[in-house]
């Protein structure tokens, strides 16, 4: 006799299909190619531009997946650019080592939100990034 049976499957869920899976991966892969910017100057941004340019045609999910990722990596990059030119500015007047944390945070949260909507992507799910400007439509 069989120790151990496979439970049986719930009516209401079942697994993606094989395009279905592949279109998710896809999707995660926008989001959280932006992760080579740890690696490459400027990388969040050429990640997802790169996801989203070759897949889009593929996989229809991905352009709204690319568009989202682009746009939030444009907006992170565009804020710590300005932080970090700001606090430049302000160090001669002693006051630019406040703007480092906020210009750090910035950074942080880019990457932790990126890997947020990635996980969200590859559960079949849209995400929404927090304060994003819509730079691409």
């Not at 190619?33 to 990640?47: D, E, Y």
């Not at 945070?105 to 909507?117: K, P």
Request: charge should be neutral.
């Amino acid at each position: 006799m069989n120790e151990n049976p496979t439970p049986p499957v719930p009516p209401n869920v079942l697994p993606p299909s094989p395009n279905e899976q592949q279109a998710r991966t896809w999707n995660m892969l926008c989001h959280l190619s932006a992760l080579v910017g740890l690696v490459i100057p400027f990388g969040n941004l050429i990640g997802p531009l790169l996801v989203w340019q070759i897949k889009k045609h593929e996989f229809p999910s991905v352009e709204a997946h690319g568009k989202a990722a682009l746009n939030f990596q444009l907006t992170v990059t565009i804020a710590v650019l300005a932080g970090a030119a700001l606090a430049f500015v302000l160090s001669f007047l002693c006051l630019g080592y406040l703007l480092f944390p906020l210009v750090a945070v910035i950074g942080i949260c880019g990457l932790v939100f990126a890997v947020i909507a990635g996980i969200k992507a590859n559960d079949g799910l849209d995400y929404q990034y927090p304060y994003s400007f819509r730079l691409i439509n």
